[in-house]
């Protein structure tokens, strides 16, 4: 090929090359320029103008041609190029690139029934499979596992119970207590028990189960409390004593004269006759007054079983008969609308039949003194959860499982596992003697002891500050009974309060009986801490609820301490006094109800309620 003319001797007239494809390209020039450009290369190469038709005859064909070139062969690029008046070319090897079906032959498969019937399959198909993941996919949220909710707390878990006896309210009767339920109402009490509301008489103990004493009221005063009590979502609750009743009672004057079936509801057994002619107790069982725990009847002549007074005879719940009488006498308060129960002196329910003589004692003791035996055949007997377990299933029948089954008085964790072995028998077992017994000395140890204890059998217990024999009140000044109080109501569990308790620290009260509605007091965790050496300290905390949680403090020592709270887990850096007893002070006259946790100051003998936000 010579210098500025192209040899295109080898190109066939269909496009092709011997060996490879020849493509001339060029490159897009505006119409002005492609024939100034023109007119110039001719001159530069010498050509006449009139050979212009003849190369673009040329140019022509070889863009016709190209479109026929072979998709399965290499097409060839041809570049001109000019360079000092020479044109040279540059040739490089492309790809071409495979060309769709045309419209005809697209309509063609189109309209095959294969191709018809297939796109059919494939769009039900489809259709099918996204159905199938939707179902799936409903079907996994259905059955995947749920976290499960915190089972509700029942009415008397939410509220303190307040003991009230009628004598002590301004009228002492019945209407004196309705008269209180609006105050009580304000202070977020829910659950009132009246205690010593049953019918005695005057020698003691109790002549009718089913009535109540007169100078009370009458049963209608009883019916309208409950009704207003129920018209506030207030419930009352009536304490028993089920052990025994009056001499006076006329199932004993019946069991004394042998009538049947009232025979054997009391406990009887012969004398013994000493070697001197003398007759002696059926064996050594004490009174818990000391002495023995038998009486002679003369006209039954034998003697009955009184673990109190001689005056109260013992019933005898070895007798199913017995065990039915009372769960009749439940049944009559529930239809009055009683809510529940607080039964007392269970521990003594039964005895052992056969009457076998109880242990001395380790201790030197008095003869005579109750506690210079092991009472193994007289108090905390197995066989007293049996006849709960009834009691209990009556009340259960009768409120559709609302009615509240508890006892008064404490109860030892071996016999609180015995007696729930096959369920749960006691809603809100009682083990609070340190507390019952606390006065302005108790120390940070014996309450984080105690509370942890207890709390490591039973997650919801009833905590009892004022003891039977003396209240709260009566073993300590009010202002630290005040802090005591408050330090009580959150920790998981019930307390059990008395009146003045509620009136004291009346706002701070009011405030922490409202927090045991939120979800952080009904299910949160609870981690008990000493501080300082004296103060103890508990917090209550539940991540799931997006709650505060909140952290009480009672300082038990005579002086003030500042408390780091820092290091307790989940505590935030700022932390908020929410109440306080009314002896917390601080430095100046005014309460800063911000500060930080690691700079908490208390007083002495006083509480303090914060909330924090909780880490996680």
């Known amino acids: 090929m010579e210098s500025g003319r192209l040899n295109l001797d080898n190109v066939e007239a269909n496009g092709n090359s011997k060996e490879t494809a020849v493509v001339a390209t ?52 041809v570049k001109f190029i000019s360079e000092n008046g020479d044109a040279k070319i540059d040739i490089e090897t492309v790809k ?35 159905a199938a993941m939707l179902g799936g996919a409903v079907a996994i949220v259905i059955m995947a596992p749920k976290c499960s909710a915190p089972k509700p707390k029942e009415w008397w878990e939410r509220s303190p119970i ?63 409390l409950v009704k207003s009590a129920k018209e506030r979502d207030q419930r009352i609750i009536l304490e028993l004593d089920p052990t025994h009743t009056s001499t006076e009672h006329p199932w004993f004057k019946r069991s004394v004269e042998k009538e049947d079936p009232f025979t054997s509801y009391y406990i009887w057994a012969d004398g013994k006759t000493a070697s001197d002619g003398r007759r002696n107790p059926p064996n050594n069982w004490l009174s818990i007054f000391g002495g023995s725990a038998w009486e002679w009847n003369e006209q039954r002549e034998q003697y009955y079983l009184h673990q109190f007074n001689k005056t109260q005879p013992e019933l005898n719940y070895n007798n199913p008969a017995v065990v039915g009488e009372f ?26 039949p056969d009457l076998r003589d109880e242990f001395r004692s380790t201790v030197p003791m008095e003869a005579d003194n109750y506690d210079s035996l092991v009472h193994a055949y007289t108090r905390d007997r197995p066989e007293n959860g049996v006849v709960l377990s009834k009691w ?55 309450l984080h002891k105690g509370i942890s204890h207890w709390l490591n059998f039973t997650s919801w217990p009833a905590w009892n500050i004022n003891s039977k024999k003396q209240s709260l009140r009566q073993r300590m000044p009010a202002d630290i009974a005040d802090s005591l109080t408050l330090m009580t109501l959150l920790l998981p569990g019930t307390p059990i309060l008395k009146l003045n308790d509620t009136l004291s620290a009346k706002d701070a009260f009011a405030t922490l ?25 508990y917090t209550r905390s539940w ?74």
């Open 327 to 352: 769960s009749d006498i439940l049944s009559h308060w529930l239809k009055l609308g009683i809510s529940g129960f607080r039964l007392a002196n269970t521990q003594y329910l039964t005895e052992d």
């Open 392 to 446: 209990q299933e009556r009340v259960y029948n009768e409120t559709g499982s609302t009615g509240l089954f508890t006892l008064q008085d404490d109860i030892g964790t071996d016999i609180l596992q015995v007696y729930n072995e096959k369920k749960r028998l006691i809603d809100i077992p009682q083990n609070s003697q340190f507390l019952a017994n606390a006065d302005s000395n108790t120390n940070a140890t014996t």
């Open 162 to 224: 307040v003991q009230l006896d009628p004598v002590e309210t301004s009228s002492h009767d019945l209407k004196g207590v309705e008269s209180l339920l609006d105050s009580l109402k304000e202070q977020n009490i829910e659950a009132i028990s009246l205690a010593s509301i049953v019918k005695e008489s005057p020698t003691g103990g109790v002549e009718d189960f089913k009535d109540i004493k007169p100078e009370l009221g009458t049963i209608s005063d009883l019916e309208t």
């Open 26 to 77: 060029y490159k897009a020039l505006p119409d002005d320029d492609c024939n100034r450009q023109d007119k110039e290369e001719n001159v530069a190469m010498g050509k006449p103008n009139n050979e212009t038709d003849i190369d673009d005859e040329v140019h022509e064909k070889i863009l016709k041609d190209e479109n026929k070139v072979s998709p399965t062969k290499d097409a060839t690029e």
């Open 513 to 537: 009986t409202k927090a045991r509605q939120s979800s952080t007091f009904l299910h949160g965790e609870t981690m008990l801490r000493i501080v300082n050496g004296s103060v103890f300290v």
């Open 96 to 130: 071409q690139a495979l060309s769709g079906m045309g419209k005809e032959e697209l309509m063609k498969f189109a309209n095959d029934p294969f191709w018809i019937r297939l796109r059919w399959f494939l769009f039900i198909a489809f259709w099918l499979l996204w």
């Open 543 to 616: 991540l799931k609820s997006g709650n505060p949680g909140y952290l009480v403090a009672y300082q038990t020592a005579e002086e003030p301490t500042v408390m780091d709270l820092s290091n307790i887990p989940q505590i935030s850096d700022e932390i908020s006094v929410v109440a306080h007893s009314p002896n917390y002070v601080q430095d100046g006259d005014t309460i800063r109800t911000k500060l930080y946790s690691n700079r908490v100051p208390i007083s002495a003998k006083s509480t303090v309620v914060l909330t924090f936000v909780p880490k996680s």
